[in-house]
């Protein structure tokens, strides 16, 4: 069942630009989680937001959390070369039996910065 | 260093020749969880345990068996493997569930033949 879809699927930046990343997701959450994964590594997480929180900074990591859009951004801003990945979001559901159990995740996005 | 522990890391092997897939966490993590990652199907959820000797079926555990006899192993038992279960599968690991951050293993590229 996926809940989190990122936008766009991939992205292709010059090294020094901001790379912004969407999520939407369909039901209410509890937090919002990205992860990041180099070609068939595993999964790093970077950041977590709470559905109370708006916005939440790590390094040049920005993240922001829109529920009543039910959507969020991460924003990597001044690009490097090694922050070429892929991206996921991850919802932790606030609802049903079983919530507590997993995180869903999106299918990604495929960001390239260009050195 | 904090980690999850994957092994092994590729395995080729044949139609229903049983295997384990072993995963361990040095954190005292209560949470662990098994995911496979597939071309345009992103990542989805076989199996999890909240803690000791609690398991719980995901998204996808038709073919899978896990086992939780304590608090940092968690392996992946395939009893009759085949063709449709290769993948890339990844372990993972949290303080106590979705409501923390995950900890992933390296992953394991398994293929059926």
């Known amino acids: 069942s996926q809940q989190g879809e990122e936008d766009p699927q991939a992205l292709s930046i010059q090294e020094g630009e901001n790379a912004t990343m969407n999520c939407s997701y369909k039901?209410?959450?509890?937090?919002l989680q990205w992860y990041r994964q180099n070609s068939g590594r595993g999964l790093v997480h970077l950041i977590l937001i709470r559905s109370n929180e708006r916005e939440k900074h790590s390094g040049r990591l920005r993240v922001t959390l829109d529920t009543s859009k039910k959507s969020s951004s991460l924003l990597i801003t001044a690009s490097r070369a090694a922050d070429t990945a892929s991206y996921f979001c991850a919802t932790a559901s606030a609802l049903g039996s079983g919530a507590n159990s997993k995180l869903t995740f999106g299918k990604g996005i495929t960001l390239s910065v260009r050195p | 260093e904090a980690q999850v522990t994957q092994n092994p890391r590729y395995l080729i092997t044949v139609t229903g020749k049983k295997l384990t897939v072993t995963c361990s966490q040095n954190m005292n993590h209560e949470y662990m969880s098994w995911y496979r990652q597939d071309p345009g199907l992103g990542l989805r959820q076989i199996y999890y345990?909240?803690?000791?000797?609690?398991?719980d079926k995901g998204d996808v555990p038709e073919g899978y068996k896990v086992s939780r006899k304590e608090k940092r192993n968690f392996p992946l038992i395939l009893e009759s493997p085949s063709p449709n279960q290769t993948s890339l599968y990844f372990c993972?690991?949290?303080?106590?569930?979705?409501?923390?951050?995950?900890?992933f293993g390296s992953g394991t590229r398994l293929t059926v033949v």
């Open positions: 345990s909240m803690n000791v000797e609690v398991t």
């Open positions: 039901t209410s959450i509890n937090n």
């Open positions: 993972a690991s949290s303080f106590r569930g979705q409501n923390y951050g995950y900890t």
